[in-house]
């Protein structure tokens, strides 16, 4: 795995990392699992202040940050600059939170006064991709730090800059060493670090086939994962929409990134009154997007990732209109030799079809057409994926529930979809399991330990098993 920063705008191989050594990664682990040790009984509010302090690195050098995201994977620089802002209310968030959220929790009980307490899991292995290249690190460091559990950290092959950075800024914040080490791993070392006795947690997002393989390892070796693997989030348009907001939102819920976003409207759902409306109106806002330079302003789409995640992009809306779907709208070409995927709309998109329930991971748009909302429903649900959705309807009473008939880990009604620190994050099926961000986020690699003290022994005690009865 060639771990190398290649600007997709200008197509300029900025620089190429070399692969860890064992040697690096043995040092990693032992250094990790030492400072678990050291962070086993301390007080969560020996980390908070590194979590404030941060969250103020990436306040204060949010342009600098923002343009290793934007030479690195082609984000558009004002995108960037959010994704860092982002970064920096997770930090804020878990470091004003954390002591909160690891309260003991009382339990009634007649065992004695009882309690669960949360304690550090281990050593964690954190698996990103390059989409959010700062974003996804924050939200299982964040969280992780404030528990006590270190993090060794393997980032995506095309963004190696952004993961130093984000480390580098770790280190600043005043963070141990062993805190969040970043090691650039072949997929072989991925599974011995998996498989390492020091390693008690894995988590990952990715795509389904890398989540698919590193769980394989985990199950094996029995540790505890989470996993987010994409999904085809539907954007059901409901017969008593308002079509002004549908058609303001639904350009950017595609587009955003260059619809390079797990949770990014994929399909289009809507009901055969407002079909012919929102097709004309989603058509005239692809063909006014501006392709160009990321760091311009003025540019409203950026490259992709890739000439790799380019070309299979173009393969899967080959293979669609091969199997019938009709190619109902694709965008003037742009005179660069940048990786910009032109904006596409594919409609009659038939369940036989290569494209149906698949995502397609960039600025692509699925348009369906159904006869009523309990139609779109249906649709919505028929896919083996479930991350995210997004319902327009006349009230927020009766979107949210549409919402509740969804099977997917997040609905958002009559508005964009947000990523907030408060806002736990998952997905259903396919899209994989366990939450990030918000409570639950925190909670994910904890180990809950049930601690119940008495005075003396009970009286009901018998054999080492306490009863609720006397036995005669």
């Known amino acids: 795995m060639a771990y190398q920063t290649t600007n997709p705008y200008t197509n300029e191989v900025v620089k190429t990392y ?3 050594t064992p040697a690096e990664v043995e040092a ?10 050291q962070w086993r009984n301390d007080p969560v509010s020996t980390r908070t202040p590194v979590l404030h302090k941060l969250a103020q690195i990436f306040r204060d050098e949010t342009d600098s940050l923002a343009k290793v995201l934007t030479t690195e994977m082609g984000k558009l620089f004002v ?18 939170h954390a002591e909160e959220f690891l309260q003991p929790r009382q339990i009634a009980s007649i065992a004695g006064d009882a309690q669960l307490e949360n304690h550090p899991l281990g050593v964690l292995m954190a698996v990103e991709p390059w989409n959010f290249p700062y974003y996804q690190i924050m939200r299982i460091f964040a969280p992780n730090f404030a528990i006590g559990d270190p993090i060794v950290l393997k980032h995506a092959a095309i963004t190696p800059g952004s993961a130093l950075a984000f480390e580098d800024a770790v280190r600043r914040a005043g963070a141990p060493a062993g805190s969040l080490t970043n090691l650039f791993l072949s997929y072989d ?7 390492d006795d020091r390693v008690q947690g894995v988590a990952l997002t990715g795509s389904e086939r890398g989540g698919t393989a590193v769980a394989e390892v985990a199950g094996k ?12 989030d539907a954007f059901i348009v409901a017969h008593d929409a308002d079509m002004a907001m549908v058609n303001s939102i639904a350009p950017r819920a595609r587009l955003y990134n260059a619809g390079q976003v797990c949770t990014s409207s994929k399909r289009f759902i809507v009901t055969e009154n407002h079909y012919d409306e929102f097709l004309a109106s989603l058509k005239q806002a692809f063909a006014a997007v501006k392709l160009g330079d990321p760091m311009d302003p003025t540019t409203s789409l950026a490259p992709m990732n890739s000439k790799k995640a380019k070309e299979k ?3 899967q809306v080959d293979a669609a209109v091969a199997g019938g779907a009709t190619l109902a709208f694709v965008h003037d070409p742009v005179d660069s030799d940048g990786q910009f995927f032109l904006p596409t709309i594919l409609t009659d998109i038939t369940k036989d079809n290569p494209a149906y329930g698949k995502e397609m991971f960039g600025p692509v748009a699925q348009v ?6 309990d139609e779109a429903v249906a649709l919505a649900n028929d896919t083996n994926y479930g991350l995210g959705g997004i319902v327009f309807a006349g009230t927020g009473d009766y979107g949210a529930q549409l919402a509740s008939r969804i099977e997917t880990g997040q609905v958002y009604v009559n508005t964009f979809f947000s990523s907030l620190p408060e806002l736990e994050f998952g997905g259903v099926k396919k899209s994989g399991y366990g939450r990030e961000l918000g409570r639950e986020g925190i909670s994910s690699f904890v180990n809950q330990e049930l601690v119940v003290k008495r005075d003396k022994p009970n009286d009901n005690e018998f054999g080492g098993l306490v009863l609720p009865f006397h036995l005669n």
């Open 368 to 373: 369906y057409k159904v006869k009523d909302d």
């Open 189 to 195: 070392q991925v599974s011995q670090v998996v498989a």
């Open 221 to 232: 070796y029995l540790k505890k994962t989470t996993m987010e693997l994409g999904g085809t």
């Open 79 to 96: 995108e960037a600059q959010g994704e860092v802002i982002l970064c920096a209310e997770i930090a804020e968030y878990y470091a004003d």
């Open 313 to 315: 992009l173009q393969a």
């Open 18 to 20: 070399p692969e860890a």
């Open 28 to 37: 990693a682990l032992a250094q990790a699992q030492a400072l678990y040790k």
